[in-house]
């Protein structure tokens, strides 16, 4: 994600964000850890809706191994 792309995601202006980087380091990383942390959730959930499926799949009898 370039720093545009970031400012504009939390709503605020590219120099605001670089600002944010000289003088307040400790809340750029909060956030880029928030975004990590939503990603790694959105992969979660992803990953447990194919295990759904998977397990739906095998209690009606209908997977089969490829």
């Known amino acids: 994600m ?11 202006s590219r120099p605001t964000l670089n600002q944010w980087e000289k003088d307040k380091p400790e809340l750029v990383r909060l956030i880029n ?3 990590q942390t939503e990603n790694t959730i959105q992969e979660t959930k992803k990953l447990l809706e194919k295990l759904e499926e998977i397990e739906a ?3 009606s009898g209908k ?3 490829k």
């Open 2 to 12: 370039t720093k545009q792309e970031l400012a504009d995601l939390i709503g605020v």
């Open 33 to 35: 850890l928030g975004l």
């Open 57 to 59: 799949k095998a209690s």
């Open 63 to 65: 997977f089969q191994l």
